[in-house]
Nanobody, 125 residues
Framework: QVQLAESGGGLVQDGGSLRLSCAAS????????MGWFRQAPGKEREFVAA????????NYADSVKGRFTISRDNAKNTVYLQMNSLKPEDTAVYYCAAGELYIATMTRASAYTYWGQGIQVTVSS
């Protein structure tokens, strides 16, 4: 079993920055990938970014490319999402996810096995 705990959310003004952290505990394997998804009120959960725990593979949604950066610290079993130039449309509950999955499926929520409880990010205009 793997447990995921998100932190770092909050309220920020348009154009501001936040860094989300996702600390994983339990049996984590190098073959895992970890990702961030978000869900705004009345909308479906959508992919934000993902990273494999080995190698250099990352993937980003078009809406966040150039503004968000995903990174990892394997020694701490922690993945980060640095969010810059935040916009009101980035407001959502952000979820961390983990699983053993193929690179081609990194953007699919259904490919992930483990999920955090979610953390609120609010960007005010």
């Amino acid at each position: 079993q793997v447990q995921l705990a998100e932190s770092g959310g909050g309220l920020v003004q348009d154009g501001g920055s936040l860094r989300l952290s996702c600390a994983a505990s339990g049996r984590i394997f190098a073959s895992y990938a970890m990702g961030w998804f978000r869900q705004a009120p009345g909308k479906e959960r959508e992919f934000v970014a993902a990273i494999r725990l080995s190698g250099a593979n990352t993937n980003y949604a078009d809406s966040v490319k150039g503004r968000f950066t995903i990174s990892r610290d394997n020694a701490k079993n922690t993945v980060y999402l640095q969010m810059n130039s935040l916009k009101p449309e980035d407001t959502a509950v952000y979820y961390c996810a983990a699983g053993e999955l193929y690179i081609a499926t990194m953007t699919r929520a259904s490919a992930y096995t483990y999920w955090g409880q979610g953390i609120q990010v609010t960007v005010s205009s």
